[in-house]
């Protein structure tokens, strides 16, 4: 778990440079923030994630992995589309970049994204060979230049 904070310890410095916050807070305070509906829960994260699209914010109970937090700050800084309507496809490269900007453990991410679809016909990224994942994120990455998502270095950029 230590690794865990100092790399969210690198998403929040990111985030508050793109004009945003990662934010630890209590379950209490999360639910809270549910009820008050300021929140689009991560339906994947047993209620320890959601953000505030409008106020770009990341809120998370510490029970938390940081790539879950690299997905949720993509749809702050690179999809101007509320959550439920994002082309999540659109902003992989994104998250690929920031991966890589906040020197994470590639293998973790690439782990998380096992199950992470591809395509209209429910190919999943984990049954990518190596090459073909090399090759999906090096085209992902170029979408996401061509959005101006990302610098032509690879830094992360916030459109909203």
């Known amino acids: 778990m230590t690794g865990d904070l100092s790399l969210i310890k690198k998403l929040k ?14 379950v209490n305070d999360f639910y809270s923030l549910l009820k008050d ?8 994260t047993k209620n320890h994630l959601g953000i505030d699209y409008f106020d770009k914010i990341v809120y998370h109970t510490g029970d938390t992995k940081w790539y879950h937090i690299v997905h ?10 509320l959550p439920y309507k994002a082309n999540e496809f659109n902003f992989l ?39 073909k994942k090399r090759k999906l994120l090096l085209d992902r990455l170029q979408v996401a230049k061509n959005l101006n998502l990302i610098s032509l270095k690879g830094t992360p950029l916030s459109i909203r």
């Open 93 to 131: 490269g994104w998250e690929y970049a920031t991966v890589k900007y906040i020197k994470a453990p590639l293998y973790q991410w690439h782990k998380d994204m096992y199950e992470y679809t591809i395509d209209k016909n429910g190919s999943k990224f984990g049954s990518l060979s190596k090459y």
């Open 13 to 26: 410095s990111l985030s508050n440079s793109l004009g945003g916050d990662v934010k630890l807070i209590s």
């Open 37 to 44: 509906n300021t929140l689009h829960k991560a339906p994947f």
């Open 72 to 81: 949720e700050m993509a749809h702050l800084f690179a999809s101007e589309d």
